[in-house]
């Protein structure tokens, strides 16, 4: 599976943004797709995933609420609409598939194709 991340740019706070990532390949055992962000010096975290078969979305705590994650089947697209984003939501923000379960969605060893990463920068 091969997949193409769009969007992100520079913000202010309180903005909001629309991430996408487009899929394409044989995704017949991929069962969720996610988004993880990494900041500068930091660690790789899990934002948001979503089952691209059924009605499942798991969220980080620290974006409940803000962000919101989908599936277009037809496009093979995964979006992520951000709200009341805040400079520490500055971060690379990178999508990912994975055949596994939602038990599974939040860590980052269990994804099997990434996306190139997209920069999110929000100014105070």
């Known amino acids: 599976v091969q997949l193409q991340a769009s969007g992100g740019g520079l913000v202010q706070a309180g903005d909001s943004v629309r991430l996408s990532c487009a899929a394409s390949g044989r995704m017949f055992t991929t069962y969720g797709m996610g988004w993880f962000r990494q900041a500068l010096g930091q660690e790789r975290e899990f934002v948001a995933g979503?089952?691209?078969?059924?009605?499942?979305?798991e969220y980080a705590d620290f974006v409940k609420g803000r962000f919101s994650i989908s599936w277009d089947n037809a496009k093979k697209t995964v979006n992520l609409q951000m709200n009341s984003l805040k400079p520490e939501d500055t971060a690379i923000y990178y999508c990912?598939?994975?055949?596994?379960?939602?038990?599974?969605?939040?860590?980052?060893?269990?994804?099997?194709?990434w996306g190139q990463g997209t920069q999110v920068t929000v100014s105070s």
């Open positions: 979503i089952s691209t078969s059924e009605d499942r979305t």
């Open positions: 990912a598939e994975t055949p596994y379960g939602t038990s599974y969605w939040a860590h980052a060893d269990k994804y099997r194709s």
